[in-house]
C-alpha cells in the first residue's frame, strides 16, 4: 500500500479494496496521479484509457452505501473530509473522489453520476466536475444503481488537466465548437433561493461577458419538483431491479437513507414508472429544442452549500429533495453538465453549472478551462 492511502487522513481511500496500479510511459498524463471510485469492480475500460494515457492509479475511494445517496456520509465506512468547507459534508456518492481531489492528495479522481454524485460534490467540495452525455464513456466493470441514468465522470482542481482528462475519456481530439447563446434557468435560481442566486451573480456576469447576454428562460413545463418525481420513479424502478433480489435475499444492514429509498423502490407502482418513463422522452425532446445551435443553460449546481456534518435527517431530506429537482434536469434528458467552482457563501464553496446538448461536451470542457 503506497503512502498516499497508508496516510489518508482524509478518510477517502478504501484500504479494505485497495489497488494501485502504474500508468504507462509517456502518454498525455504522464506523472499524474489519480484515484477511482469503489464501484469500479474491475479495470474497466474507462480507467485502462486514464492507464494508457500514462496516470498512475494511487488507490479506490469511499463512496456512500451503494452508491445511492448525495450527503457523503457512509454508515459504515465514514465521511471523508471536505476540505475547503471545514466541519460539512462533502457530498455523495463521490465523496471519497472530491475529497481527495479538493485536498491536492491526487490530481484528479473518477465517480460516477446517476442523480447528481458529480456535480453536487464539486459544487460542495469548490472543484471541477462534470457528468458526461449518457452513454459516451462506457460502464463496463463499473457497479450499476440505474443504468438509464449512470455515467462516468471526474473532478479536478486544474481547468486545463480536467479537459486533458475530459478528452481521453471521450476519445474525441477535434476542436470543439463555440458557444453561441447562453440562457439562464430561471425556475432553478428560484428553487436555489435568493442567497444563492445572490451569490453567483458575479459567476452569470463572467459567463455573460464570454457568450453573450444570457436570455432567462423557465427550463421545465410544470414546476421542477415534478421532474424529480420522474427521475426518483425511475430511478429506484432500475436500482431495485438491479439489488432488489440481493436485498430481499441478504437482508442487509443498510444504513440511514438508503435502507428507506430501498424499501420505497420495492413497492413503486409499475403504472406510475410507466408514465414516468413517456414523460422522460417529453422532457428529453423539450431539452434538445431548448438547447440546440450550440445553446449553454446556466444553472446553480446546487441549492446552497454543503450541511454540516452530521446534520439531522430532515436537513439532509430537503437537500436531496431540492437538489435533485435541478440536477433531474440533465439526468432526465441525458444532457452532460459540468459544474464549476465559482462562487462562495458563508466562506463555503458554491459551483455555477453548465448544461449543452447531447455530445457537446468537449464545448463544456473548453468553456471550464475558459472560465476558471
Not at 475547503?84 to 473522489?97: D, E, Q, T, V
Not at 449512470?150 to 481547468?159: M, P, S
Not at 445551435?293 to 435527517?313: D, H, K, Q
Request: net charge neutral; hydrophobic share 45%.
Amino acid at each position: 500500500m503506497n503512502e498516499i492511502v497508508s496516510n489518508d487522513q482524509l478518510g477517502a481511500f478504501c484500504r479494505h479494496t485497495h489497488v494501485e496500479l502504474s500508468g504507462t510511459a509517456g502518454g498525455p498524463l504522464a506523472g499524474r496521479t489519480f484515484a477511482v471510485k469503489d464501484i469500479y469492480a474491475r479495470t474497466a475500460s474507462a480507467v485502462q484509457a486514464l492507464l494508457d494515457a500514462g496516470a498512475n492509479l494511487v488507490g479506490k475511494t469511499l463512496t456512500d452505501e451503494m452508491a445511492w445517496s448525495l450527503s457523503g456520509e457512509n454508515a459504515h465506512y465514514g465521511t471523508p473530509v471536505n476540505v475547503n468547507a471545514p466541519g460539512r459534508i462533502p457530498g455523495g456518492s463521490s465523496s471519497g473522489s472530491v475529497s481527495a481531489v479538493a485536498a491536492g492528495v491526487v490530481d484528479f479522481a473518477i465517480g460516477s453520476d446517476t442523480g447528481g454524485s458529480v456535480r453536487l460534490p464539486a459544487s460542495f467540495c469548490g472543484v471541477i466536475g462534470l457528468r458526461p452525455t449518457h452513454g459516451r464513456i462506457p460502464m463496463d466493470g463499473v457497479r450499476p444503481l440505474a443504468p438509464s441514468f449512470d455515467t462516468c465522470g471526474w473532478f479536478a482542481r486544474d481547468a486545463a488537466l480536467f479537459e486533458r482528462v475530459g478528452r481521453i475519456l471521450l476519445r474525441e481530439e477535434g476542436s470543439a465548437p463555440k458557444p453561441r447563446r447562453a440562457l439562464l434557468a430561471q425556475d432553478a435560481l428560484a428553487l436555489a433561493g435568493d442567497a444563492v442566486a445572490h451569490a453567483l451573480k458575479p459567476a452569470i456576469a463572467r459567463v455573460e461577458m464570454l457568450i453573450g447576454a444570457l436570455e432567462a428562460v423557465t427550463v421545465a413545463d410544470e414546476p421542477l419538483s415534478q421532474w424529480m418525481n420522474y427521475f426518483r420513479l425511475l430511478q429506484s424502478a432500475e436500482a431495485w431491479a438491479q439489488h432488489g433480489e440481493w436485498v430481499r435475499r441478504v437482508s442487509p444492514q443498510l444504513g440511514p437513507g438508503v435502507k428507506e429509498r430501498f424499501a420505497w423502490a420495492s413497492s413503486v407502482d409499475p403504472g406510475a414508472v410507466a408514465r414516468a418513463k413517456m414523460r422522460r422522452e417529453d422532457i428529453a425532446r423539450r431539452m434538445a429544442a431548448l438547447l440546440e445551435g450550440e445553446t449553454v443553460l446556466v444553472l446553480p449546481s446546487a441549492p446552497g452549500i454543503a450541511p454540516l456534518r452530521n446534520s439531522p435527517p430532515q436537513v439532509l431530506d430537503d437537500l436531496r429533495a431540492r437538489a435533485l429537482a435541478m440536477l433531474s434536469i440533465a439526468g432526465l434528458a441525458r444532457l452532460p453538465q459540468v459544474s464549476l467552482p465559482l462562487a462562495s457563501l458563508e466562506g463555503c464553496p458554491l459551483g455555477l453549472s453548465l448544461i449543452a446538448a447531447r455530445g457537446n461536451d468537449t464545448m463544456l470542457l473548453a468553456l471550464a478551462k475558459t472560465l476558471t
